[in-house]
């Protein structure tokens, strides 16, 4: 069945640091790929979307690869900001009917 | 605003107890979701409904039955509220497998 896998947390990175969260998947069609993003005591917000290999999705500073060749959807963002910090969430879908979710990774920003 | 609304957004209550958690969204879509989120942030499916029919209904305890009135409500009653119940809900509604999700921000409910 469809899954994802993200790397565990917590991460925690200085301000104006690299940021990398990777996301690999298991899908037996072509899925649309996304990542959520949820700021404390709030609910997730779309934050990219990719929807065939080789799209990149952006937004606010991330981006996020479709690799259908390593079934990869790596999260990335060249300096990251105190206002980052949050919950990330992979996330898959095939048919729209259900999203297939990672288990959150966790950053937290220090300035 | 164009959105997906849920009340109440926080639910403390006793163990036996029923209540309800409304959803509404103004977008449009045909298809709508109950999520759970631990205390982890692990999130996990519960019922999907595409409109107004029933699509996913997950190994979730028959205490939780959703309803959904029409397509642009889905609403979730549970009896006999337990204590393992305790969670973060959320409705979320989609247009399709392309569009994502958008998430309600969520009811916080709290078995005591």
């Known amino acids: 069945g469809d899954s994802v896998t993200q790397m565990e947390g917590p991460v925690t990175l200085s301000e104006e640091a690299f940021l990398t969260i990777n996301c690999t998947y298991t899908?037996?069609?072509?899925?649309?790929l996304f990542w959520y993003v949820q700021y404390p005591g709030e609910g997730l917000q779309l934050l990219l979307k990719?929807?065939?290999?080789?799209d990149k999705g952006s937004n606010k500073g991330f981006e996020a690869t479709y690799r259908k060749e390593t079934t990869s959807f790596h999260l990335e963002k060249g300096s990251v900001q105190v206002s980052d910090s949050a919950v990330y969430f992979c996330?898959?879908?095939?048919?729209?009917?259900?999203?297939?979710f990672g288990t959150g990774t966790s950053l937290t920003v220090i300035p | 605003d164009t959105a997906v609304s849920q009340t109440p957004k926080y639910l403390v209550t006793q163990m036996g107890n029923d209540k309800s958690i409304k959803c509404e969204q103004n977008?449009?879509?045909?298809?709508m979701y109950w999520y759970k989120q631990d205390s982890k942030k692990f999130l996990k499916i519960m019922f999907s409904?595409?409109?107004?029919?029933?699509?996913i209904n997950e190994t979730v305890p028959n205490r939780f039955s959703p309803k959904s009135p029409d397509k642009a409500h889905l609403n979730l009653h549970i009896n006999s509220l337990e204590l393992g119940d305790s969670a973060v809900y959320f409705c979320?509604?989609?247009?399709?497998?392309?569009?994502?999700?958008?998430f309600g921000s969520g009811t916080r409910l709290t078995v005591v």
């Open positions: 979320a509604s989609s247009q399709g497998q392309d569009y994502g999700y958008t």
């Open positions: 996330a898959l879908s095939e048919t729209g009917n259900q999203f297939y």
């Open positions: 409904y595409n409109n107004k029919e029933l699509i």
């Open positions: 899908a037996t069609g072509y899925p649309s």
């Open positions: 990719a929807t065939k290999a080789d």
């Open positions: 977008l449009g879509h045909d298809t």
